[in-house]
């Protein structure tokens, strides 16, 4: 079955094309000209993944952006013409997964939904190459086990919900635990097609992962910052 897509968009121009051309690339595509018709929708059916302008009238796209990952964690891809470095952050602080500015080509925006569909889907490894769970915090009352063969991660009885980004960042990291990676080492690794932007997407990303993984968020032990290196997971 073809991969289902809301283009989020009150610009007919920018969304009709958008439409077609995600078409010819074999997506199915919905339309939604409005934050609240977009909401709606996915509550209803969430697609597979979605692309959101910001500037959207009386229910932005920050605000899209905050009902979604109240309840689920579908992919989200920001299209906007703000283009400061403030409402990019904001956006994904928000939990968005990416951000292209605009004016943009619909190659770039192509290539970042396959790299989203790479992560959810054929960047995990099969189950038989995978061990079944890794223990990365050991706590008696609460461990932290990822199974990445099955794409969570349990916080003891609880399943943390981890956005797609986040979810490859901590296996990311707990692939080669104790050994620094570079924001760089990690947009290659996690965000695969290149990223032209801003590498402090990768510090946005990580500190919604802390929020998750963290038993206390403001004094991470486990995901540590390697001053003018980039980060590194010590299992505890």
Known sequence: MPPRLLVVEDDDHIRTSL???????????????????????????????MLLDLMLGRMD?????????????????????RADTHDIVAALEAGADDYVTKPFHVKEITARLRALRRRSGAARPAADTAPDEVVLDRHADAPLVL????????????????????????????????????????LERVWQHGYFGDERIV?????????????????PRLVQTVRGLGYRLDPQ
């Open 203 to 219: 510090d946005v990303h990580i500190r919604r992962l802390r929020t998750k993984v963290e038993l206390d968020a403001s004094a």
């Open 19 to 49: 439409r077609w051309a995600l078409e010819d690339e074999g997506y199915t595509v919905e339309e939604a000209v409005s934050g609240e018709e977009a909401c709606s929708l996915v509550d209803v059916t969430p697609p597979d993944v």
């Open 147 to 186: 199974r990445e063969a099955r794409g969570t991660v349990h916080r003891g009885d609880e399943q943390l919900p981890l956005t797609v980004t986040e979810f490859r960042l901590l296996c990311e990291l707990a692939a080669v635990p104790g050994r620094v990676l570079s924001r760089q080492d990690l």
């Open 61 to 81: 796209g920050f605000g899209v952006v905050r009902h979604v990952r109240r309840r689920h964690d579908l992919p989200i891809i920001v299209v906007s013409a």
